[in-house]
């Protein structure tokens, strides 16, 4: 019935919308919520709910548009057609759907008119984000110009307004995308791979305000949980200095506490008994600054915040882990791109923006990497009233001139990178969600070596920095490495950080009807065309991620939520219609992450942190070679692991302090073939037995003459190490493990095999 509804309600919109000049242009695939959108309707929200005043105007909606080659002067006829802002002019809820290439200029156009009440006041111009180089004029004068991918700005336009209703705003734009070193996260000219379908232009909400002379510009805001206080401290526009401002907290509606000081002071306000702000209880306390000059309040904004604290601390067992409220609580969380096949970089909708979440939240998850994007601000109101963990990665290109820039000669493109970082913890600070600034990705145009983490650490204490992925020079809060499928193994993080998986995962699952190409042409790390097979797989990574937990592991954040153009490794499709695994099932199954414990037991030790002796041979033996009654006296003794890093093919990751042990074998296997014998005396029987098992091509696994195992592939030097469940062939007093190894040497790669058996209790 939901979909007849939607189906008679999109033909609606066509033919209301027909006479606008506006569309919904044909894409591959779209979601439901692209369909409920109008010009009159589309994103009527208040965009900045961190600092919220009463009268606001909105300039989404229809726009006129041109496209030229580059020019200085303002066309006299932008009439080249409609297009709907704040949709990028690539996308097809913009009603234009057209590529916009680096040598193109973008001319937006329309009309507003100022409400009689906003006399006497000043007219601010608000933008939440414009890709990227833009100018604006209002009634034929030039205001500005800006710079940036997705950085909110605005301007004073109200010694450019004219007499009369009738006020006319033009914006130019260029975007040379990835043809320059601009930031640009995900976006690329040429969409592959985990690159995907530029966005140029208007692409968040525009708006106007009006405020007093005087008026509240922005304020920082800070929680110290351990005194029981919240700080403050304002800035405003057209400031002497001798204004006051006065901040008045509630809760539930209840007036907790108010307090007045000079506007160059910060306020310090207690919070007795304060509630804390978590994902199982997201409590904001509401709050409204006022500014009062000659003993009248002049302007006054409605904001709120919440109690949390975000550290790193040793738990009971000595081990540094992130600490929420002085606290250990696992996070868990998925790379979310935030991007849509229908709006692109902008979601079709609030109601769109908030179904990731909800989503999220149902499934069980407590933690969102917002991954090279940075949404409307609306994402975080509604993370902070959800309670939904937020790490936040800065914006980058993919190059810049890295660790050999001379600080005396910074290159433009690190300068604008810079900017665009100070402008996002400026922006989003207030956002009590967000818990972690990511300052690169995977080395994506890093450079500088320590000096930015340091220095975002420094600019914004109280919360956590990382640098997610490949390059670490040791400093920031997070140890952070990347492993696909994964988890992984615990790593010593060292100098007091935590431990964390930033990305692992990527599970791929086309379905059918619901993808951006054609199956055959989609991509996961791991790809698969059976939902149970798929869910099997799903199911096995939280297993092993639950025993990381308990070995140290503080967060993992598995890739990703949605399917992303030919990515279809997302827990929903792209358009949001379909969910590969109901949430229901993924919460109960995340329930383990958060709940108990688990304890290993081992009965046959691996080699990852000690050498176990194995007898092993390079010749074929003899037919019975897997049974108690073989002798295998003639075979050689060498130390666990067995391998071969071949120096043309190094490890996905660097071998240094602390990995060199795990991943180096300690006795060479370079052949094709590999025979290994171990006799192992147990007092016990585990009742569910699992090979921990790292291996390099293949392995055939018998115990106690019976094939246990066959694997296939690459799951290699501890990094990517599986539990793999066996039947219970296991027997008290002596039993035989032999294995059979196979490496292809026409791939002439690394080689490696170990082997463990374990079982894994979980303690309530």
Request: proline residues 4%; glycine residues 8%.
């Amino acid at each position: 019935m939901n979909k007849i509804f939607l189906i008679i309600l999109s033909i609606f919109s066509l033919y209301a919308c027909a006479d606008k000049g506006w569309e919904l242009k044909k894409t591959k695939i779209v979601s439901d919520f692209a369909l409920k959108v109008t010009p009159d309707n589309v994103w009527q929200e208040y965009p900045r709910p961190i600092m919220q005043r009463k009268d606001w105007q909105n300039l989404n909606g229809l726009w006129e548009y041109k496209i030229t080659q580059h020019q200085e002067n303002t066309p006299s006829d932008i009439n080249e057609g409609k297009i709907l802002v704040p949709f990028a002019i690539e996308s097809a809820l913009s009603g234009v759907q057209k590529t916009f290439l680096p040598e193109h200029q973008l001319w937006y156009k329309r009309t507003f008119s100022i409400p009689g009440n906003w006399e006497g006041k000043n007219v601010l111009l608000h933008f939440g984000a414009v890709d990227f180089a833009s100018q604006i004029w209002i009634n034929g004068e030039k205001v500005g110009s800006h710079e940036g991918s997705s950085d909110a700005f605005t301007f004073d336009i109200t010694a450019y307004l004219k007499n009369g209703n009738s006020q006319e705003i033009i914006v130019s734009v260029i975007d040379s995308t990835d043809t320059s070193h601009q930031p640009i996260g995900k976006q690329t000219l040429n969409p592959r791979g985990i690159k995907y379908t530029a966005v140029s232009g208007i692409w968040k909400t525009v708006w106007l305000e009006p405020v007093s002379q005087k008026s509240i510009e922005t304020f920082k805001g800070s929680a110290d949980i351990d005194n029981g206080t919240y700080s403050i401290r304002v800035a405003g526009r057209n400031i002497s200095g001798n204004e006051k401002v006065r901040i008045t907290v509630f809760d539930q509606g209840k007036e907790l506490v108010s307090k007045e000081s000079k506007i160059t002071e910060t306020l310090v306000l207690g919070i007795p008994d304060a509630k804390r702000w978590s994902p199982d209880n997201p409590y904001l306390y509401d709050m409204k600054i006022e500014l009062v000059n000659d003993n009248k309040v002049v302007d006054s904004v409605d904001s709120y915040f919440a109690m949390r604290k975000i550290s790193v601390a040793k738990d009971e067992n000595g081990i540094d882990r992130m600490m929420l409220n002085n606290e250990f609580v696992f996070q868990y969380g998925t790379l979310d791109q935030g991007w849509w096949p229908d709006g692109l970089l902008t979601p079709p909708s609030d109601e769109a923006l908030k179904y990731d979440i909800e989503f999220l939240k149902k499934a069980g998850f407590n933690t969102i990497r917002k991954h090279i994007k940075i949404e409307p601000e609306r994402f975080y109101y509604h993370c902070d009233k959800m309670g939904m963990i937020v790490w936040q990665d800065a914006v980058c290109s993919s190059e810049y001139n890295l660790k050999d820039r001379n600080p005396g000669k910074q290159p433009r493109s690190a300068k604008q990178f810079e900017y665009e970082l100070k402008q996002m913890i400026d922006q989003l600070g207030n956002y009590p969600s967000i818990v972690m600034w990511v300052v690169f990705n995977e080395g994506w145009g890093q450079y500088g070596e320590k000096a930015l983490i340091d220095w975002t650490k420094q600019y914004d204490p109280s919360r956590l920095t990382n640098i997610s992925g490949w390059v670490d020079f040791g400093n920031g809060d997070i140890s952070d490495v990347h492993r696909y499928p994964g988890p992984g193994r615990i790593e010593n993080a060292g100098k007091g950080r935590a431990f964390v998986v930033g990305e692992f995962g990527g599970l791929g699952l086309p379905v059918q009807g619901h993808t951006w190409i054609e199956s055959d042409k989609n991509w996961g790390y791991e790809t698969f065309t059976d939902i149970d097979v798929f869910r099997k797989n799903y199911e096995h990574l939280i297993f092993e991620l639950d025993l990381l937990a308990d070995q140290g592991l503080s967060a993992a954040i598995y890739t990703q939520t949605t399917d992303v153009e030919i990515e279809t490794n997302g827990l929903l499709t792209y358009d949001r219609k379909k969910e590969k695994i109901p949430a229901a099932d993924l919460n109960q199954l995340h329930k383990k992450l958060y709940e108990g414990k688990t304890a290993v037991k081992v009965y046959l030790p691996d080699s990852e942190t000690e050498s176990q002796m194995w007898k092993y041979t390079i010749d074929k033996p003899q037919d019975n070679w897997t049974s108690a009654d073989y002798n295998d006296a003639g075979w050689k003794s060498g130390k666990g692991s067995f391998g071969y890093n071949n120096p043309k093919f190094q490890l996905g990751y660097p071998v240094d302090e602390r990995t060199s042990f795990a991943h180096i074998p300690k006795t060479t296997w370079n052949t094709e073939d590999l025979w290994l014998r171990k006799e192992i005396e147990l007092m016990e029987i585990p009742v569910n037995p699992l090979l921990k098992v790292t291996y390099d091509d293949s392995a055939e696994i018998y115990i106690n003459d019976k094939k246990v195992l066959y694997v296939n592939g690459r799951v290699a030097h501890y990094g990517h190490h599986g539990y793999l469940p066996i039947e219970n062939v296991l027997k008290t007093g002596k039993n035989i493990i032999a294995v059979h190894c196979r490496n292809d040497m026409k791939k002439r790669g690394n080689q490696m095999f170990d082997l463990g058996i374990v079982e894994v209790i979980h303690i309530p």
